[in-house]
Each structure stands twice: as C-alpha cells, then as structure tokens.
C-alpha cells in the first residue's frame, strides 16, 4: 500500500518568503508526526496530531512556524518570512493508533532558504 | 534537544563482517526505537523495544536494552553492501511517549 508521502521534496526559498510543505499520511493513521533534520543530525520533533486535534506544538522553534491538519488526514507545515536556519529536511510521520507504535516516515522536504 | 547519542559515529566494515554500534539515553524511557535512513531518504523503522524487554531479533538485527545503564545495542549480522545507512536510535520517555528522541546517528558505511 502506498506509504506516507510528502511534497514538494525540494524547496528552494528566498529569505522571507512564506513556504507551505504538505504531507499525506498513510490511509487511517491517527497520530502525525512533523520533524526538523539539519545536516549530519538526527530528526528533531516538531509538532503531533491526534486526528485533528494538535496536542503538542512544544518544538516548532518560533510562532513563523505554524502546522494544521484540519480534517484529520493531510496535513500542512508552513513556514513564515522563512530566515537560513530554516534550511534543514523536514520529515513527516504518522502511526496508526496509540503513540507506542513505530512511526512510518516519509520522504521528507528538502527546503534550502538563500 | 537529543536525547540519544549513538557511538560511533560512522563505522566502515567489509561485505560480511557484523557491525555493532551503541545508543546511550538520559530519561526512563517506554520504549526505544532504531531507524535506518538511506542517503536522501526517510527513516525506516528497524526494530522496536520496550522497556521490559532485554534482547529483540529481526532477521539479520539482534537489539540488546539495558535499562540500568541507559544503554542500547543494535547489532547487524553478516553485512551487506545495502546496509550502507546512517542508523538512528529514537527514545519514547514515560511522560511523552508519543515524541521520539533521536541520536546524531552513526554513518555505516559497508566495503564490496
């Protein structure tokens, strides 16, 4: 079955524009996941939904990061007045149910901000 | 900020050989996780252990958890060329067990 996809897989985003990154979850995941990778480091957690609802945000690094999944399938990070730190791979993930299972990732953005 | 730290940081190993790297965590944890990713790509999930547990196998993997050292192995028998991946260990704590803490990764690199 398909898996979690994510588009675009590249960004290229001159500094202050706004960015919208989407991603498809598998069909019937409850939780979704958002993750931030810079360069050579691990994922670094962003924000979790439960069907809609977000229940943490406690990662996005500032209020230009914002992320909404309002009918509790598809999902969308934006990204406001984007600045060079936001260069990093941003990775989506979802699980079925309870928040004990394996994640399953997707292809995850690549978004580069000159 | 990250929780685990895999040691070493990159490996390189022949065609063949088993490769062994180690994830060291902070907090009481529910579960821990260990994740493949191929240049360019997501995570794929390994092989899951919980907290009660002390050794899990799948295929070629064998996982060992010591909950008293906050330490865990992820071993890989036999090695191919397709092994060739960073390896990521991912913490579930108590609290939060839905956030997956993940390492900086080691960097296997397996020779033909």
């Known amino acids: 079955g398909a898996g979690v996809s994510q588009s675009p897989r590249y960004k290229v985003a001159k500094r202050g524009q706004d960015v919208a990154l989407r991603c498809d979850p598998i069909?019937?995941?409850?939780?979704l996941f958002w993750y931030q990778q810079a360069l050579g480091q691990g994922p670094e957690f962003l924000t979790y939904f439960q069907n809609e609802a977000q229940l943490d945000k406690s990662g996005l690094p500032s209020d230009r990061f914002f992320a909404e999944r309002p009918e509790g399938s598809v999902s969308t990070l934006k990204i406001q007045r984007t600045q060079q730190e936001d260069s990093a791979v941003y990775l989506c993930a979802s699980s079925p149910a309870g928040t004990r299972d394996e994640q399953y990732f997707g292809p995850g953005t690549r978004l580069t901000v000159t | 900020s990250q929780q685990g730290e895999e040691d070493p940081q990159a490996l390189s190993i022949q065609e063949g050989e088993n490769a062994t790297m180690n994830c060291s965590y902070k907090t009481s944890i529910n579960n821990l996780q260990w994740y493949r990713q191929n240049s360019g790509r997501g995570l794929v999930h390994l092989i899951l252990?919980?907290?009660?547990?002390r050794e899990k196998h799948s295929g070629r993997l064998r996982v060992t958890l010591d909950t008293s050292k906050k330490s865990s192995s992820l071993l890989i028998t036999a090695s191919r060329a397709a092994d060739t991946a960073s390896y990521f260990c991912?913490?579930?704590?108590?609290?939060?067990?839905?956030?997956?803490?993940f390492g900086a990764g080691t960097t296997v690199t397996v020779r033909a």
């Open positions: 991912a913490t579930a704590i108590r609290s939060n067990d839905y956030k997956l803490s």
């Open positions: 252990i919980r907290s009660n547990e």
């Open positions: 069909s019937g995941h409850v939780s």
